[in-house]
């Protein structure tokens, strides 16, 4: 763009002053020049005050749909004041594209320069139309189907007025009693690296000028998801070995996929509150990393710096995240009142403040928003695009890409599409809330169709249907604890009742959509209230019980799996839930879901994850030695009910064993590691072909094994296809005892299977 264009193409409050600097280079002879974004940020910050600076370092929850808490003072009056002063860069939480072109326009025409406002909203699964929980949608494994998760929630979210989504959360999570694992991609950084970076350019898009594309946001920066005892907002006290070799990666992923800002976290680390973690912030993220966006704050994270008893007052907490390199304070309003005199008395400098402005105005550019800040304001456009056809068949998709089978003996399912009598039982099997899940901030109450609702749509069998037993008493809002019902089981009878004149039984239980998410972590993992009780009283009268769970998280699930034939994991499948549930159920979609988290055969095994280091007992090959001096439950096994990677198919897949093209290769060189798989079964399935290493010895201990490399195969019956995967250096680095990532010479054991407790394995050597 020419600079005469770019001046003319600036609404009208940058116009002015921008147009009266610069003007005079276009007018004399310079009227080829490209104009960088930089250039264009340096220009509009050098016609800046101090105050203009400070405003966009500030952002505003909108004036409904608290996430968090707020301060009171008169807060509503106050923020429409600030923002017409200039004094507000972003606000989060107004939505729909007349709310946002409302609040787009006071920034635009009451401010003197009219810089726009970038509009943060948490667009995690789905905006309207809700997409499987994020947890749900890692288990499919299909990171295009993923991609296309988050870029069809960009559509529906832009079409709302919304540019920025505070996603994906990319925080690995390896303790089910934490509600946010729900939010992420599970226990392993090689897929949520994979996944994060799909999400980023999902989000994101190739252009994000686009109408339809917005900013995303890699949070919470850092280790959030380690809190301790799976408390939210917890302590976290974590070594550098797994800061970096486990924390940190799905983080990189994102930065290197592009990702345009970022979000720190509210948990302190190592003694240190993320939000002023200078190491993590300036020194990893902005400087080794080469980070270009901006940092914004979590929720208050600034203020309850104070609570940590890390910062003094506010005044000291805004010095110490300004220092740290946080760019914008959401929600405490202390850099808006703080910085000017932080200015004043040295204790930040007017150099950090730019760095923190160009950043944010940077993003501003790169979304076009100085070009059109209305773009994403076209009702019109909210109206056609809003629940689409195809944004309801990504997410039937999605949901269908997502659902795991964990259990089916004698091959109960797919259930016959006609002459039987199915009794449909559970709190869940006819709620169309907690499908939605947690994070679903936009979309209405009961929207999701629920299983009730899918199986309808199959008319051959009867259905008979009886709740057993209420979940909860009333819906929940967003921020209240739920209360789960224990005290009337008066549903009982009527349940076992259908259940016993029933060819086939389906229980759906698990979480209300409210029990996972932030601020919702349990210290049991079991099925809440009387569900579990439900279960083994209907089991009395008919054992042929396909029970489908909805959940967010990891369950514990022992008696189920020594009992019930059938299990079915669907987790919170949103919108679309009861029909892609059917369609499993019926066999017209092969399920191909694996988990992306240990499930756990007790809550004490917690932390539970496969990539675990061997201790210095390990057991003989992981199991009992005769003593007790080893590492190990005297009560329990060590291993998970169901591990990493596990899901089943309607069809069966052989595996031939591996074969390597050679057992040695240098840092110049590479290796083939193959096998032959074949769908020995009935019917067309997928598989994820799953590869691990473990590195035999090295300068910091090695996790047993680790996910390095997986490929989603479909087979037609009767069809075999070789899996080839290049092994080389990259492959085989990790954070060493040298502080940098390097691949150490030895001899390495690969495995290469169905999921993280595959026994097939070769070995090689590294030189
Ligand atoms: C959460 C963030 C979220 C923010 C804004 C906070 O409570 O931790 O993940 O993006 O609220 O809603």
């Known amino acids: 763009m020419h600079l005469t264009e770019f001046l003319f193409a600036l609404p009208k409050r940058v116009f002015n002053p921008i147009l009266f600097s610069l003007l005079p280079i276009a007018l004399f002879g310079q009227s080829e020049i490209e104009f960088s974004i930089d250039t264009k940020v340096d220009a509009l910050l050098s016609k800046m005050t101090l105050e203009e600076k400070i405003g966009q370092m500030n952002q505003y929850n909108g004036f409904w749909n608290v996430t968090g808490p707020s301060p009171q003072e ?17 606000m989060l939480n107004v939505r729909g594209a007349k709310e946002v072109r409302a609040v787009q326009e006071v920034a635009v025409n009451q401010s003197r320069l009219g810089i726009p406002l970038i509009i943060g909203f948490d667009l995690i699964h789905g905006y309207k139309t809700i997409s499987p929980i994020p947890l749900a949608e890692s288990a499919s494994w299909d990171l295009e189907a993923i991609k296309t998760s988050a ?145 914004v704050s979590d929720w208050g994270s600034l203020k309850e710096m104070v609570d940590h ?31 000017k005199s932080l ?66 003996k004698e091959n109960l399912l797919p259930l016959k599409k006609e002459g039987q009598r199915i009794a449909l039982i559970g709190p869940l099997a006819n709620d169309k809330n907690s499908p939605l899940g947690n994070w679903r901030i936009a979309a209405e109450n009961n929207s999701a169709v629920s299983v009730l609702e899918g199986l309808a749509s199959y008319t051959g069998n009867t259905i008979c249907h009886a709740q057993g037993v209420r979940l909860v008493d009333t819906i929940p809002a967003f921020h209240q604890e739920v209360k789960i019902n224990t005290t009337d089981k008066s549903g009982f009878k009527a349940a076992l009742k259908v259940a016993k004149k029933a060819d086939v039984v389906i229980m759906v239980l698990g979480e209300y959509g409210f029990q996972s998410g932030e601020g919702r972590s349990r210290t049991k993992l079991d099925l809440p209230g009387f ?39 669907s987790w919170h499948l949103g919108t679309q839930s009861g029909n892609a549930i059917a369609q499993v159920l019926y066999g017209d979609y092969n399920p191909s879901g694996k988990l992306p988290m240990s499930f756990p055969r007790s809550v004490g ?23 007790v001096f080893w590492s190990h439950y005297g009560d329990e096994k060590n291993t998970s009910l169901y591990p990493f990677g596990y899901g089943l198919s309607y069809t069966n897949f052989e595996y031939s064993e591996i074969k390597l093209s050679s ?35 090295a300068s910091v201990t090695r996790p047993v094994r680790e996910l390095k490399g997986f490929e989603l195969v ?54």
């Open 74 to 90: 008169g807060y509503q009056k106050e923020k429409y004041d600030h923002l017409a002063k200039g004094l507000v860069g972003s």
């Open 151 to 295: 870029e069809l929630g960009a559509k529906e979210a832009t079409a709302a007025g919304i540019n920025w989504t505070f996603a994906p959360m990319v925080d690995i999570t390896r303790d089910a009693r934490w509600g946010r694992v729900m939010e992420g991609a599970g226990e392993d950084p090689y897929l949520g690296s994979l996944i994060a970076a799909a999400r980023v350019h999902g989000f994101q898009g190739s252009d994000l000028t686009a109408p339809n594309t917005l900013a995303a946001c890699a949070k919470h920066f850092a280790a959030y998801g380690f809190a301790e005892s799976g408390r939210d907002y917890n302590t976290v006290d974590i070594g550098e070995n797994t800061l970096h070799n486990i924390v940190l990666p799905p983080f990189k992923a994102a930065a290197d996929a592009g990702v345009k800002t970022f979000m720190n976290s509210f948990n302190d680390l190592n003694g240190i509150p993320a939000t002023a973690d200078k190491h993590l912030q300036r020194n990893i993220l902005k400087g080794d990393w080469g980070f270009e966006g901006f940092i």
């Open 309 to 339: 008893g890390y910062a003094r007052d506010k005044n000291h907490a805004g010095e110490l995240a300004l220092n740290a390199g946080s760019d914008m304070d959401m929600e405490s309003y202390i850099y808006l009142r703080e910085i």
């Open 343 to 408: 200015l004043k008395e040295g204790k930040v400098s007017i150099e950090q403040i730019d760095d923190a402005v160009s950043r944010i105005l940077k993003v501003k550019f790169e979304l076009g928003l100085f070009t059109d800040p209305y773009k994403y304001c076209d009702e019109e456009r909210e109206k056609r695009v809003t629940g689409s056809k195809e944004i309801q068949d990504a997410a039937l998709d999605m949901a269908k890409k997502s659902i795991v089978l964990l259990k089916n």
């Open 531 to 569: 569900q579990q009780e439900l279960l083994e009283e209907v089991y009395k009268v008919n054992k042929n019980i396909v029970l489908v769970l909805m959940n967010g998280r990891p369950l514990v699930l022992n008696w189920a799996d020594a009992h019930i034939p059938v299990i079915v994991e």
């Open 605 to 627: 095994q917690m932390p539970l994850y496969y990539n675990h280091k061997s201790t210095g007992r390990p057991g003989a090959d992981g199991g009992d030695t005769g003593s």
């Open 663 to 697: 057992d040695v290769f240098n840092s110049n060189g590479q290796i083939e590691a193959s096998v032959i798989l074949k769908n020995s079964g009935k019917v067309k399935g997928k598989e994820v072909v799953q590869l691990y290493v473990h590195d035999q010895f």
């Open 714 to 767: 479909e087979l037609a019956a009767g069809e075999s296809k070789k899996i080839s995967f290049t092994i080389g250096p990259e492959m085989l680095e990790f954070y060493s005892a040298n502080r940098k990532w390097e691949a150490e010479p030895g001899t390495f054991t690969i495995y290469i299977g169905t999921n993280s407790a595959t026994k097939r394995k070769a070995n090689f050597h590294f030189n």
